[in-house]
């Protein structure tokens, strides 16, 4: 096959397919990383406290700064990891959202008896079984009801 009549793979042309159902994982993932941070922060927290109170290290000034500095430590770290959750949820999710908009959009046609659809998903997206299926399904009706 010459290089001009060869398919190129499907490229991705934007990260948000199907809005909804992203945002709402990302939202999910960043939610179940706050409450995971508020615990661990309230149980360092509390931990750092009863520590200092049982020591009685309150008049040591050096003491209670770096237990302040630990416990600053996590809150910066918990703003970092927000966008990098979010990032990350992003991009699992357009393994799957991507997908399903490519399949929703084959059915559609089929459905309408257009049974030339040929499924091609990215290196690495997820439900490639599901679109193989799909292909061999579309095969069978083109066999069985030709135009």
Do not use: C
């Amino acid at each position: 096959m010459s290089k001009s009549t060869e398919q190129r793979p499907y490229r991705r042309r934007h990260w948000l397919v199907n809005r909804s159902f992203q945002l709402r994982f990302v939202r999910a993932m960043l939610l179940v990383l706050l409450v995971m941070a508020v615990v661990a922060i309230l149980g360092m927290y509390g931990a750092l406290q009863l520590t200092i109170a049982t020591y009685e290290l309150r008049r040591e000034a050096f003491i209670v700064a770096l237990f302040n500095t630990v416990a600053w430590t996590v809150v910066v770290e918990f703003i970092i990891l927000v966008p990098i959750v979010g990032w990350v949820g992003l991009l699992l999710t357009h393994k799957v959202a991507g997908p399903l908009v490519r399949i929703r959009a084959a059915l559609a046609e089929m459905t309408k008896g257009h049974f030339d659809v040929h499924l091609r998903l990215r290196k690495g997206d997820a439900l490639m079984d599901l679109a193989e299926d799909i292909n061999r399904l579309a095969e069978f009706l083109r066999r069985r009801f030709p135009s």
